[in-house]
T-cell receptor, first 110, second 113 residues
C-alpha cells in the first residue's frame, strides 16, 4: 500500500520557489518523512528528512504540518538543474525499507 | 570519497547469457542495497546486506538472480540466464547505518536482447 500521495507532475519558473506537496495521512508517530530526487539517467539523491519539526539544509526546506499528515518540500530558487523526479517517502528508523512511489516530475522552465 | 561506484554503466547482452553487475559501496558504510528500476514497476529493492551478510532478499524476482558481498568493498548481482524482461537500470546504494540516508550509484543500464 502506498504511504504517500504526490502530484504526478509540476512546473516551476526558473528562479522561483518550487513547492512540492506530499500527503501521508496514515503516517505513524515513529515514521520520518524523507525526500529524494532523481535527475534523468542518474541514481536517486537524498535531499532532506524530518520527523515533526521543519528542517532546512543547503538544498531545500521541509515543512511538515502540525498533524504530520502532509508536508511540502521547498526549493527556494529553482534552477534548470533541479528538473527531476522528486520522491516523498515515509519510513521509520527501525528497519523499514525505502519504498519509492512514482514521485512528482518537476520541470523547471526558463 | 568517490561515492558508490558501479560497473559497467551499460550492458547489452543476448538472452540466455550470464550477466554480472558490480558495486563498490562508500568506504565505511555497513549497509549495501541493490535496486532495479523499470518504467512499469518503478524503483524496487531487490536485496540488502549488513556487514557483508544478506539480510533481506525477498525482492529478488527469481532464482536466476543472485547477489554476493565477499567483502566490505565489493558486491555483485548476477543474472543467469538473462531474459529480455530483465532489461532495466540496476542501482546499488549504501548507507552508514540501517536508518541513515542511502547514497546511490549511477546505475547499470542492462539490455537483454
Amino acid at each position: 500500500d502506498a504511504k504517500t500521495t504526490q502530484p504526478p507532475s509540476m512546473d516551476c519558473a526558473e528562479g522561483r520557489a518550487a513547492n512540492l506537496p506530499c500527503n501521508h495521512s496514515t503516517i505513524s508517530g515513529n515514521e520520518y518523512v524523507y525526500w529524494y530526487r532523481q535527475i534523468h539517467s542518474q541514481g536517486p539523491q537524498y535531499i532532506i528528512h524530518g520527523l515533526k519539526n521543519n528542517e532546512t539544509n543547503e538544498m531545500a526546506s521541509l515543512i511538515i504540518t502540525e498533524d504530520r499528515k502532509s508536508s511540502t518540500l521547498i526549493l527556494p530558487h529553482a534552477t534548470l538543474r533541479d528538473t527531476a523526479v522528486y520522491y516523498c517517502i515515509v519510513r521509520d528508523n527501525y528497519g523499514q525499507n525505502f519504498v519509492f512511489g512514482p514521485g512528482t516530475r518537476l520541470s523547471v522552465l526558463p | 570519497d568517490a561515492g558508490v561506484i558501479q560497473s559497467p554503466r551499460h550492458e547489452v547482452t543476448e538472452m540466455g547469457q550470464e550477466v554480472t553487475l558490480r558495486c563498490k559501496p562508500i568506504s565505511g558504510h555497513d549497509y549495501l542495497f541493490w535496486y532495479r528500476q523499470t518504467m512499469m514497476r518503478g524503483l524496487e529493492l531487490l536485496i540488502y546486506f549488513n556487514n557483508n551478510v544478506p539480510i533481506d532478499d525477498s525482492g529478488m524476482p527469481e532464482d536466476r538472480f543472485s547477489a554476493k558481498m565477499p567483502n566490505a568493498s565489493f558486491s555483485t548481482l548476477k543474472i543467469q540466464p538473462s531474459e529480455p524482461r530483465d532489461s532495466a537500470v540496476y542501482f546499488c546504494a549504501s548507507s552508514l547505518r540501517r536508518n541513515n540516508e542511502q547514497f546511490f550509484g549511477p546505475g547499470t543500464r542492462l539490455t537483454v536482447l
